[in-house]
């Protein structure tokens, strides 16, 4: 997977307004929190999709960290 353009505009958010930004990201790792939550709660129907969700997130939230941090 290739979020280097996720970053990338990222950064720009951050650097055009850090509140903003420190805002959205600390809203992101508490709906991030709230999908692994969902995955470990769901049904063996929806396990997958549930997963998909995590992993989605989980690939967001780095590059947001990349953003961030860099």
Known sequence: MNTEELTKQARFIRNASPSAFQGFYAAFVDYTDRQYEVMVDTSQENLLQAQGHA???????QALE????G
Do not use: D
């Open 66 to 69: 990349r953003a961030k941090n």
């Open 55 to 61: 992993q989605q997130c989980k690939a967001i939230l």
